[in-house]
């Protein structure tokens, strides 16, 4: 069974390398989908998110990595005839914005699930605003990012070491 794992991954987290390490090991193929969200202004740009994911998902053979540039993530998924949506949630502060979207996706494409996998506890409080911010402000992201990428993403906010 193929599955999508879309998300902004501005930049990918610990947290999202966990879930798709998981969804990886269940699903046969998983496509990670770097996606656009029209509530927020991306601070990498989409050539340098895909790196990093490419980066990130090197050691996985079934994994691949795409990009949605237009259009909606349920036609996406259909037309690569993937069954599944994989979302990772961390805390019922998620629920509510995943499970509308979850149903909004069904009613436009049902051959479409969506399904969610719990966030290991150690990531409950990662996100990728809280590692922007702590790079921002000179902070360590050590741990907070696959290893692979922490200097990128110090790179970008002038705090390489
Ligand atoms: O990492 P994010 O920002 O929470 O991811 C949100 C994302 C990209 C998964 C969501 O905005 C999305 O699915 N965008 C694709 C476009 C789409 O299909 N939008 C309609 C969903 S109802």
Known sequence: MIAVYPGSFDPVTSGHQDIICRAASIFEQVTVVV??????????????????????????????????????LVDFAHARGARVIVKGLRAVSDFEYEFQLALLNRSMQPSVETMFLATSTEHSFLSS????????????????VPDAIVP??????????
């Open 35 to 72: 996606a656009g969200n029209s509530a927020k202004t991306p601070v990498f740009p989409t050539d340098e998110r895909l790196e990093m994911l490419r980066a990130v998902t090197a050691d996985l053979p079934n994994v691949t990595v795409d990009v949605l540039s237009e259009g909606l």
């Open 152 to 161: 990128l993403v110090l790179r970008r906010f002038g705090r390489e070491r």
């Open 129 to 144: 605003s809280i590692v922007k911010e702590i790079a921002r402000l000179g902070g360590k992201i050590d741990g907070l």
